[in-house]
């Protein structure tokens, strides 16, 4: 599926058409000292557009949770640099990034984590209510209503199904506008119909309302969705799809998979 890129909706975000959601230059990051050090990201160069939708996939130990911690500034590359929205956050201070991070970022996790005691329109504010920014009720109202919970917003976490809960956590990602939303496994808890629905969502976002989302997952079917399947092996790029679908997805995961550590793929 071709990216479908709204001039309007990118405005609303307050993107530059030029200027690349997330980039990550020569970025490397290693764990461990001498024998036992792990190299999980090996000089990462890559831009994503405003208004796309990624799939970041690859084998066990490929570095897709590395890549996402950097690129999301929840962890510091040793060597390069990561820009979001053209501003150099990988030698931010440790406040100022997290003011960042609840700003300009959005997140939505396997697990969801809501948190039980809020209501889920308190949930979806969260995001606002951290950064000090004013808490838009009438957009998380709207936000809402476009993922199917408009009912539903005085109710608790506990009381909504697993789908419904990762539709309120995609709401709560989309609430203060952020450059890049990053979703690790965000189906992974789900069955197959309610997976389908939540990409579905996530495909809406990015299409209608000119969100920038990277998705880690392991899934086939999931990274069909998305305009662009990114491969990691051995944490390094090892190749991409443009426009996927699952077959192809699932032959280039086995071909990762099978290879010697270090062979191209």
């Not at 990550?24 to 208004?51: F, K, M, N, Q, S």
């Not at 109202?141 to 539903?152: M, P």
């Amino acid at each position: 599926m071709a990216p479908r890129r709204d001039r309007q909706a990118a405005e609303q975000y307050g993107q530059s058409a030029s200027r690349a959601a997330i980039e990550l230059r020569g970025v490397r990051r290693t764990y461990g000292r001498g024998d036992e050090v792990v190299h999980a990201l090996r000089g990462i160069d890559l831009a994503l557009d405003h208004g796309t939708f990624t799939a970041v996939m690859g084998p066990s130990g490929s570095g897709k949770s590395t890549f996402l911690q950097c690129a999301a500034g929840l962890d510091r590359p040793d060597a390069g640099e990561v820009y979001l929205g053209g501003e150099e956050i990988s030698r931010l201070s440790e406040n100022k990034l997290t003011k960042l991070r609840r700003s300009r970022i959005g997140f939505i996790f396997q697990s969801f984590n809501l948190l039980p005691s809020l209501t889920v329109l308190q949930n979806v504010l969260l995001p606002q209510r951290l950064a000090g920014e004013r808490q838009d009720r009438a957009r998380a109202k709207e936000l809402l209503a476009q993922v199917g919970l408009g009912q539903h917003a005085g109710r608790r976490p506990g009381q909504l199904s697993g789908g419904q809960q990762q539709r309120v956590a995609i709401a709560r990602a989309l609430i203060t506008r952020p450059d890049v939303v990053f979703a690790d496994e965000p189906t992974g808890a789900l069955d197959t119909r309610t997976a389908h629905e939540v990409l579905g969502l996530l495909r809406q976002a990015v299409d209608s309302m000119g969100a920038t989302v990277v998705m880690v997952t392991h899934d086939p079917v999931a990274a069909s969705f998305t305009d662009r399947a990114l491969f990691l092996a051995d944490g390094a790029i090892a190749g991409e799809l443009l426009h996927p679908d699952p077959q192809r997805v699932a032959d280039r995961m086995v071909a990762l998979t099978a290879r010697p550590v270090g062979v191209a793929a």
